[in-house]
């Protein structure tokens, strides 16, 4: 089945006190999905917030699709609380996984999506014997562990790559991505966009979700 342009906000520099309002605002706006970053201050040098944050959320927003983006050391540990929450995608990093396969297919055994998350330091290719069991990759285009950093161009050859070789899968891209920046990805083949700051903070959240996913649509074949 051709991909899709999807655009997932990221809440990360949203009013976490407001949580609920916030997504539900993203939504209304015509988000495709929610994109929650979880960090346990290890994997990364931050801390957000974990399954009982979700769960809650879960329980004021019945039907959106959210994609988990597990930036942990240990993802195993929260597959069962995260599937229990509502989750639907459950995104990890393959880096401090030693293997890979299983923690997918418990992910997949659960009941979610499986999505394998690389840093901009690990390379495209040692994700190729996982693809037969992943739903999405994420290609991260800023260091793990804030919002609002510098998008990195260098990191687009490997969308492309993907894209060249797997023209049926859901690939992602996450940090510093929005108007400015979309091009780029699009063009390198990316469908799934995670933007935090740029939509989070715009004063017309309906158009810029609009314009990326137009942009996204215009380079899909
Ligand atoms: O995973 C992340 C950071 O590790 C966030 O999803 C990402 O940074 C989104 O925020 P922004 O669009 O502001 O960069
Ligand atoms: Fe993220």
Same mark, same amino acid.
Request: charged fraction near 20%; glycine fraction near 10%.
């Given at each position: 089945?051709?991909v899709?342009?999807?655009?997932?906000?990221?809440?990360?520099?949203?009013?976490?006190?407001?949580?609920?309002?916030?997504?539900?605002?993203?939504?209304?706006?015509?988000?495709?999905?929610?994109?929650?970053?979880?960090?346990?201050?290890?994997?990364?040098?931050?801390?957000?917030?974990?399954?009982?944050?979700?769960?809650?959320?879960?329980?004021?927003?019945?039907?959106?699709?959210?994609?988990?983006?597990?930036?942990?050391?240990?993802?195993?540990?929260?597959?069962?609380?995260?599937?229990?929450?509502?989750?639907?995608?459950?995104?990890?990093?393959?880096?401090?996984?030693?293997?890979?396969?299983?923690?997918?297919?418990?992910?997949?055994? $659960? @009941?979610?999506? &499986?999505?394998? /998350?690389?840093?901009?330091?690990?390379?495209v290719?040692? *994700?190729?014997?996982?693809?037969?069991?992943?739903?999405?990759v994420?290609v991260?285009t800023?260091?793990?562990?804030?919002?609002?950093?510098?998008f990195m161009a260098d990191m687009m050859p490997k969308v492309k790559w993907l894209r060249e070789n797997y023209p049926?899968l859901?690939i992602e891209v996450?940090?510093?991505v929005?108007?400015?920046t979309i091009h780029c990805c699009a063009e390198a083949g990316a469908n799934m966009i995670? $933007? @935090?700051?740029? &939509?989070?903070? /715009?004063?017309?959240?309906?158009?810029?979700?609009?314009? *990326?996913?137009?942009v996204v649509?215009s380079y899909l074949k």
């Open positions: 089945m051709p899709q342009a999807k655009i997932g906000p990221s809440i990360l520099n949203a009013d976490l006190s407001n949580l609920a309002a916030e997504s539900q605002k993203l939504l209304d706006n015509g988000a495709d999905y929610l994109h929650l970053d979880v960090m346990d201050g290890t994997f990364v040098p931050n801390l957000t917030f974990g399954h009982p944050m979700v769960k809650s959320l879960r329980n004021k927003i019945k039907t959106a699709f959210f994609e988990t983006h597990m930036m942990v050391q240990n993802p195993e540990q929260w597959i069962e609380p995260m599937a229990d929450a509502g989750v639907n995608l459950y995104t990890f990093h393959v880096e401090p996984v030693q293997d890979v396969v299983r923690v997918s297919r418990q992910v997949q055994e $659960s @009941g979610m999506k &499986v999505g394998l /998350a690389i840093k901009p330091g690990t390379e290719q040692d *994700l190729e014997k996982y693809l037969s069991i992943a739903d999405v994420l991260m800023v260091e793990p562990g804030f919002g609002g950093q510098s049926n859901d996450d940090g510093g929005g108007p400015k995670v $933007s @935090g700051t740029a &939509v989070v903070g /715009a004063s017309d959240q309906s158009q810029v979700i609009k314009e *990326l996913r137009d649509h």
